[in-house]
Antibody, heavy 120, light 109 residues
Framework: QVQLVESGGGVVQPGRSLRLSCAAS????????MHWVRQAPGKGLEWVAL????????FYTDSVKGRFTISRDNSKTTLYLQMNSLRADDTAVYYC?????????????WGQGTMVTVSS | EIELTQSPGTLSLSPGERATLSCRAS???????LAWYQQKPGQAPRLLIY???SRATGIPDRFSGSGSGTDFTLTISRLEPGDFAVYYC??????????FGQGTRLEIK
């Protein structure tokens, strides 16, 4: 069925790294833009990053620029988020989400989320 | 960067009543780039409305979106028990600046 499944979350110390994965199935992954969105405990939604359908264009929210890298492997239908120099304020549930189109639009399919806790 | 302000913060209504949720932008937003999401506790968000007016697949016609410029509205015509949740508006006019409002909690009165 059409779904997104995140993995890779966990507890990590400040300054360390973590890589999240999002496995897509049931649709033509290579034709859709993909996003990461996070939600800190008890807070609202925050867009983190976008990668266009072809992987050539990537965009980030200011607070993660230079620390996070979004990528995709269309042959494996998998989206990634490499998170370096993690900080306590990166603690959140991280969702991957599918864009309605190949570039930027509303998010019409979401994964269940993976929790990232940054703590010493 | 466009900021979205949702009101009210919390809305208390009874099943069967009509809910009106507001989303105000700090500068004009193209109607093509405004969406609404529903999020229930412990679940991922769900797309309800995109392009300010268009219902996403499977969304009942009790949900409708309207507005233009800086003022947008999500209306739920007859509340059902499953509608009580948090609702977020979103602006996605630029690939580099995608913004969510802070959310409106719709609770049972």
């Amino acid at each position: 069925q059409v779904q997104l499944v995140e993995s890779g979350g966990g507890v990590v110390q400040p300054g360390r790294s973590l890589r999240l994965s999002c496995a897509a199935s049931g649709f033509t992954f290579s034709t859709y833009g993909m996003h990461w969105v996070r939600q800190a405990p008890g807070k609202g939604l925050e867009w983190v990053a976008l990668i266009w359908y072809d992987g050539d264009n990537k965009f980030y929210t200011d607070s993660v620029k230079g620390r996070f890298t979004i990528s995709r492997d269309n042959s494996k239908t998998t989206l990634y988020l490499q998170m370096n120099s993690l900080r306590a304020d990166d603690t959140a549930v991280y969702y991957c989400a599918r864009d309605r189109i190949g570039t930027a639009n509303a998010f019409d399919l979401w994964g269940q989320g993976t929790m990232v806790t940054v703590s010493s | 960067e466009i900021e979205l302000t949702q009101s009210p913060g919390t809305l208390s209504l009874s099943p069967g009543e009509r809910a009106t949720l507001s989303c105000r932008a700090s500068q004009s937003v193209s109607s093509s780039y405004l969406a609404w999401y529903q999020q229930k506790p412990g679940q991922a968000p769900r797309l309800l409305i995109y392009g300010a007016f268009s219902r996403a697949t499977g969304i009942p016609d009790r949900f409708s979106g309207s507005g233009s410029g800086t003022d947008f509205t999500l209306t739920i015509s007859r509340l059902e028990p499953g509608d009580f949740a948090v609702y977020y508006c979103q602006e996605y006019g630029s690939s580099s600046r995608i913004t969510f409002g802070q959310g409106t909690r719709l609770e049972i009165k």
